[in-house]
T-cell receptor
Framework: SQTIHQWPATLVQPVGSPLSLECTVE??????LYWYRQAAGRGLQLLFY??????ISSEVPQNLSASRPQDRQFILSSKKLLLSDSGFYLC????????????FGPGTRLTVT | KQEVTQIPAALSVPEGENLVLNCSFT??????LQWFRQDPGKGLTSLLL?????REQTSGRLNASLDKSSGRSTLYIAASQPGDSATYLC????????????FGQGTELSVKP
């Protein structure tokens, strides 16, 4: 069966510090991978998606970046965090060329102070 | 631009009641529609996926319908239980964008014992 992991579960970081969130998927190969953010009082917003290793599409201009160094690993990064980066970050995967059901990870709660 | 709206934003019902959650979308050119459940502080759990060619899907006490031409979907929950308390999100997948999901703001459901 497939499993998706995210870490850390929670993170408190000062403004201007770097960020690295990691997502890994087990039990499938060549998945489409997604990073979403859920900010307080706002809906889920797609940040990045990837259809393969090294292939990243950005949805929203921001100071975040994503990388996919391995088939089942997706990393969200920032060089300098802003207060507005606070939120709940969710990683998701899907098969079927990205047209199938999406499955979400447990999320990372990021608070920028 | 695709927009997804969920009504009501919050709903409180007594245990045992049948209920309907509504989701509407502005552009009928969708590939599929997915309903999710989110418990506080947790990731999303996929409940039902309806392909654009389908009219409804059922899983246990849940039934989701899709009327693509009118831009509407409903999630019917039969014989509600306190364990059904959660936020329910609908999301539509649009074509040719790597499986991008557009989410509604969700309906927060509370089922009272």
């Amino acid at each position: 069966s497939q499993t998706i992991h995210q870490w850390p579960a929670t993170l408190v970081q000062p403004v201007g510090s770097p960020l690295s969130l990691e997502c890994t998927v087990e039990g499938t190969s060549n998945p489409n991978l997604y990073w979403y953010r859920q900010a307080a009082g706002r809906g889920l917003q797609l940040l990045f998606y990837s259809v393969g290793i090294g292939q990243i599409s950005s949805e929203v201009p921001q100071n975040l970046s994503a990388s996919r160094p391995q088939d089942r690993q997706f990393i969200l990064s920032s060089k300098k965090l802003l207060l507005s980066d606070s939120g709940f970050y969710l990683c998701a995967w899907s098969s079927g060329g990205g047209l199938g059901e999406q499955y979400f990870g447990p999320g990372t709660r990021l608070t920028v102070t | 631009k695709q927009e997804v709206t969920q009504i009501p934003a919050a709903l409180s019902v007594p245990e045992g009641e049948n209920l309907v959650l509504n989701c509407s979308f502005t552009d009928s050119a969708i590939y599929n529609l997915q309903w999710f459940r989110q418990d506080p502080g947790k990731g999303l759990t996929s409940l039902l996926l309806i392909q654009s060619s389908q009219r409804e899907q059922t899983s246990g006490r849940l039934n989701a319908s899709l009327d693509k031409s009118s831009g509407r979907s409903t999630l019917y929950i039969a014989a509600s239980q306190p364990g059904d308390s959660a936020t329910y999100l609908c999301a539509v997948m649009i074509y040719n964008q790597g499986g991008k999901l557009i989410f509604g703001q969700g309906t927060e459901l509370s089922v009272k014992p």
